[in-house]
């Protein structure tokens, strides 16, 4: 006798909440009328170009438009998701967002998808992944239960996914000029004089316990000899130290104390 074979399907919820329910209406109501806005009202590429060079030519912009981490003894830097969203908005007719798919408390992980979607040339990038719920610490992983923790957790690790999808939509020459025109606006220090920038940033590193000594080293020469271009990688520093995204003694390590031969000798006596 034959049996007929059953497919296993994906188990469902048993029960929609009406908040849920009227959640997916929205959802799909609010894609639709955005392509038909899209549709109606194409981007002007040269007001977008306008609008974003007026925005990279401001200081509050410009400082948090780069970020730093420390990996594999090396520091990493590049465009920052600050960056990445004020482009999206000065382009025009962009989607972009960070959703969380599924949560399993019973392995400790959240299944994870950043996108972005041009709705007027329908171009779209996404990347789903897998967000475990611990965080690494100097004593080694250590798991995360608190809800709020969770959200942190992936929204921090959503964040640089949300980055890269968006510039994987954005014209690249946008994104050159953009950069190109943060960092011109970091050197120039908005209008500021390069001995007063000097200054500043001494006191402000002062407040973190970083020594003057200790910056010198990093950028090789004495703050007599800086340049614009030192104070800027300085201003790109601590906006990352307030970030949490380096540490002070990944940046500024402590210098090793060279120990002569007398200072040996009577150590051993």
Same mark, same amino acid.
């Given at each position: 006798?034959?049996?007929?074979?059953?497919?296993?399907?994906?188990?469902?919820?048993?029960?929609?909440?009406?908040?849920?329910?009227?959640?997916?209406?929205?959802?799909?109501?609010?894609?639709?009328?955005?392509?038909?806005?899209?549709?109606? *009202?194409?981007?002007?590429?040269?007001?977008?170009?306008?609008?974003?060079?007026?925005?990279?030519?401001?200081?509050?912009?410009?400082?948090?438009?780069?970020?730093?981490?420390?990996?594999?003894?090396?520091?990493?830097?590049?465009?920052?998701?600050?960056?990445?969203?004020?482009?999206?908005? *000065?382009?025009?007719?962009?989607?972009?967002?960070?959703?969380?798919?599924?949560?399993?408390?019973?392995?400790?992980?959240?299944?994870?998808?950043?996108?972005?979607?041009?709705?007027?040339?329908?171009?779209?990038?996404?990347?789903?992944?897998?967000?475990?719920?611990?965080?690494?610490?100097?004593?080694?992983?250590?798991?995360?239960?608190?809800?709020?923790?969770?959200?942190e957790l992936n929204t921090n690790n959503g964040a640089r996914r949300v980055r890269e999808a968006i510039f994987a939509i954005l014209p690249p020459w946008f994104v050159e000029e953009a950069k190109e025109l *943060?960092?011109?606006?970091?050197?120039?220090?908005?209008?500021?004089?390069?001995d007063q920038r000097i200054a500043d940033a001494l006191r402000l590193f002062g407040t973190l316990g970083v020594t003057t000594e200790r910056i010198e080293a990093k950028l090789g020469r004495p703050s007599t000899?800086?340049?614009?271009?030192?104070?800027?990688?300085?201003?790109?520093?601590?906006?990352?130290?307030?970030?949490?995204?380096?540490?002070?003694?990944?940046?500024?390590?402590?210098?090793?104390?060279?120990?002569?031969?007398?200072?040996?000798?009577?150590?051993?006596?």
């Amino acid at each position: 006798m034959n049996y007929p074979v059953q497919t296993p399907t994906a188990p469902t919820p048993q029960r929609i909440g009406q908040g849920t329910a009227v959640e997916q209406s929205r959802a799909a109501a609010e894609v639709q009328a955005a392509v038909v806005v899209a549709q109606q *009202c194409p981007r002007n590429i040269q007001s977008a170009i306008a609008e974003m060079r007026q925005s990279c030519q401001q200081m509050a912009l410009a400082e948090r438009a780069f970020y730093r981490y420390p990996k594999g003894g090396q520091t990493i830097t590049g465009p920052s998701v600050h960056l990445a969203r004020e482009l999206a908005r *000065c382009w025009g007719n962009v989607q972009y967002g960070l959703v969380e798919l599924r949560r399993d408390d019973e392995y400790g992980q959240s299944e994870m998808q950043a996108f972005a979607w041009d709705v007027q040339t329908n171009s779209r990038n996404s990347s789903t992944f897998v967000v475990p719920h611990r965080r690494d610490t100097r004593d080694g992983p250590k798991a995360v239960t608190d809800m709020r923790d969770i959200y942190e957790l992936n929204t921090n690790n959503g964040a640089r996914r949300v980055r890269e999808a968006i510039f994987a939509i954005l014209p690249p020459w946008f994104v050159e000029e953009a950069k190109e025109l *943060c960092n011109n606006t970091i050197k120039n220090g908005g209008g500021k004089p390069l001995d007063q920038r000097i200054a500043d940033a001494l006191r402000l590193f002062g407040t973190l316990g970083v020594t003057t000594e200790r910056i010198e080293a990093k950028l090789g020469r004495p703050s007599t000899k800086w340049l614009e271009h030192d104070v800027a990688q300085l201003g790109v520093i601590y906006k990352s130290l307030q970030r949490g995204e380096v540490t002070v003694e990944d940046e500024f390590p402590e210098p090793t104390k060279e120990v002569t031969a007398d200072e040996l000798t009577a150590s051993t006596q």
